[in-house]
């Protein structure tokens, strides 16, 4: 890449550009990397150069550009903070500060410490100045472009890591681009040969479907025209992985999913309803295949309305009808137009900048919250980064959560006092327990009793940062000795459920293992921090017993069936529960959703319906590893009738 390209590029929206500032940055890079060769025996500043380019496709500023140039010097050559600050002034040395991890000097003995603490570093100036994780996501995806020269072990650790964190911060910022792009790259170094069998199958039927292609093209625009709408129709041209993720979700799994998928470009949102009531009369629509994304925004600010047909020939075609402006958004994020924003109106652009962050500050939260290092990445994927939901208040107002949250987290997000004293909750008008998943759609309604107050076990139930940030808050104010006595009581219910075994009968040699893991002089200590929700029971089982100690023995009569699946193990459930019509099927449902097996089922009823106990269920699971069954316990005790469920 030439200077002249970059700058070429950025002229086309930034006609004001100071090339001569620009034209520095440049050269000073250059001079900087001199003689590195990255991996691929290119020369290293093609690396910084590429992403300064790359950027220019996002519409990024004059700042961005500089910084993405300079954006390694600090962590690959021997210039300095000072050095930046002194050149290029303040706002560029903290945009390079805010991508450079931190020094290995600081974590010799721990790459996860200094892996996590870079994070922390991260989200906390990224918090101040968005703009930091735009140099971010180009610097990954440039990587992730030229990632085959890595080792293959390193290539794969590479794409996760991507998978987990930055796949997800490009969706919360509505990065559509960035976000399929990277999807592309993990899934091509993670399964290659699974990639090139989906990617074989997608080509091969969009050559199929070509000419169904032009005449669904030409039909619309003949619509169009009637009903004097002008619009842009594009072929949109799936990521291999959501190709993928249709097949998974139609149950294909061979790359033979036909189906096609239209933009169609209006200037203005009263021309989106237009154009979706004249394509439902071209084309028979599906059932419930209708989003409005244009009144109900999707929490990256996506915007639009989606529809599915029957279309020519019977193909089953999408539609995406959205405004120009609302297309460059879905494509280069809120912030591609932020610049323009800030010239004409500095406190919208404030505004939007503002909540843009908000899930920043639960970032930051939870790596104030969380004990160890590797609970970070995991509460980050929990609440912050899974794919989100939308529920509605009794006055109609939307509150955005994390898939898999339930009532409780609603009330939490709610108010703190709302949270603490909730008993029950009114789902679309049903009374079910506060537990309950929620789902998009849904009308919540929080029915509380002064007398409540949060319990312990709700930390189990949770999945937001502020449910469990209001909670342990809650129990810091208790006393030492009626925590301790919380503590031991949920740790004991929790070893009794998943070890068979009483606290006083675990070995001090385990306990001393665990004093030393969360840095306590006594098992008192330990308790007292369990009782006010700074460690979760979970966590100190985790070190008290090895995942095999946990997982295998007690099925005597499967050794046959454990040698023939590998790395899993038959584990023995029990579900206690009052019976109801469809039980099972939301029991088995549940279980499936985490691809685990039922490899056997018995039931017993007591045939008396007030026994507090209820009937009991035994099911044999092949189950990956401990977090798995415990992701499986807390789906199944989230159904209506299950009272309660524990390992055999």
Aim: glycine residues 6%; positive net charge; charged residues 30%.
């Amino acid at each position: 890449m030439s200077f002249s390209v970059i700058l070429e590029k950025a002229k086309s929206y930034l006609p004001h550009i100071n090339e001569a500032r620009l034209k520095n940055a440049y050269n000073f890079a250059k001079k900087a990397h001199c003689g590195q060769k990255r991996l691929d025996g290119h020369s290293y500043f093609s690396h910084p150069d590429s992403v300064a380019e790359l950027l220019t496709h996002f519409y990024a500023d004059e700042d961005i550009l500089i910084a993405a140039l300079l954006h390694d010097v600090l962590e690959d050559t021997k210039c300095t903070i000072k050095d930046i600050e002194r050149k290029f002034g303040s706002r560029i040395a903290f945009l390079v500060n805010g991508v450079t991890k931190l020094d290995k000097a600081q974590y010799p003995y721990n790459t996860l410490a200094r892996k996590i603490e870079s994070l922390k570093k991260f989200f906390k100036l990224s918090k101040e100045d968005l703009r930091v994780i735009l140099i971010k996501l180009a610097d990954r995806l440039h990587n992730m472009e030229t990632a085959d020269c890595f080792p293959a072990k390193r290539r794969i650790k590479f794409a996760n890591e991507t998978f987990d964190i930055y796949i997800p911060i490009a969706n919360l910022l509505g990065i559509w681009a960035v976000k399929s792009k990277l999807e592309d790259f993990c899934f091509k170094y993670s399964k290659p040969a699974q990639y090139n069998k989906i990617k074989d199958g997608y080509q091969r039927y969009q050559a199929e479907l070509k000419e169904v292609e032009e005449k669904t093209i030409e039909i619309i625009q003949n619509g169009l025209k009637k009903n004097k709408l002008r619009a842009k129709i594009e072929a949109q041209k799936k990521s291999i992985f959501s190709y993928h993720q249709e097949l998974a979700n139609n149950e294909g799994g061979n790359g033979n999913l036909r189906i096609l998928c239209f933009y169609i470009i209006v200037s203005k949102i009263q021309d989106c309803y237009m154009t979706l009531g004249i394509l439902h009369g071209l084309f028979k629509p599906k059932y419930n295949k209708v989003r409005d994304y244009i009144a109900i925004p999707k929490a990256n600010g996506y915007q639009g309305i989606h529809t599915t047909v029957f279309g020519v020939n019977g193909v089953i075609t999408e539609f995406q009808i959205k405004t120009s402006k609302m297309h460059k958004i879905n494509e280069f994020g809120i912030l591609s137009d932020i610049y323009k924003i800030s010239k004409k109106n500095p406190v919208k652009a404030s505004e939007i900048m503002k909540e843009k962050t908000k899930w920043l500050y639960k970032i930051l939260e939870i790596g104030d919250e969380v004990s160890l290092h590797e609970n970070f990445l995991k509460d980050l994927k929990m609440d912050i980064f899974q794919n989100r939901i939308f529920v509605f208040t009794p006055k109609g107002d939307i509150i955005d959560l994390p898939q898999g949250a339930t009532a409780l987290d609603f009330a939490y997000i709610v108010h703190a006092d709302i949270g603490n004293r909730a008993v029950k909750t009114k789902i679309n008008g049903t009374t079910l327990p506060i537990s309950t998943q929620l789902h998009t759609g849904d009308t919540v309604e929080i029915i509380t009793s002064k007398k409540n107050r949060p319990r312990l076990e709700w930390l189990n139930l949770v999945k937001t940062a502020d449910a469990k940030h209001h909670i342990k808050s809650y129990f810091k104010k208790e006393s030492d000795e009626e925590c301790c006595k919380a503590g031991e009581k949920l740790l004991e219910a929790e070893l009794m459920r998943f070890y068979n075994i009483k606290l006083s009968k675990v070995s001090g040699e385990k306990i001393k293992k665990a004093l030393e893991r969360f840095k306590v002089k006594n098992l008192k200590q330990l308790l007292i921090m369990v009782g006010r929700g700074e460690v979760l029971p979970k966590e100190i089982i985790n070190i008290l017993f090895s995942e095999k100690e946990i997982l295998a023995g007690g099925i005597k009569s499967l050794r046959q069936f454990k040698k023939k699946t590998h790395a899993l193990y038959p584990v023995e459930v029990v579900i206690n529960y009052k019976d109801r019509v469809g039980l099972f099927r939301d029991i088995a449902a549940s279980i499936s959703k985490f691809r685990v097996n039922i490899a056997k089922v018995s039931i017993k009823t007591t045939g008396n319906k007030l026994k507090s106990t209820g009937d009991t269920m035994e099911i044999i699971l092949e189950i990956k590893n401990f977090n798995q069954l415990l992701d499986i316990f807390s789906a199944i005790e989230q159904i209506d009738g299950v009272i309660n469920i524990r390992k055999k």
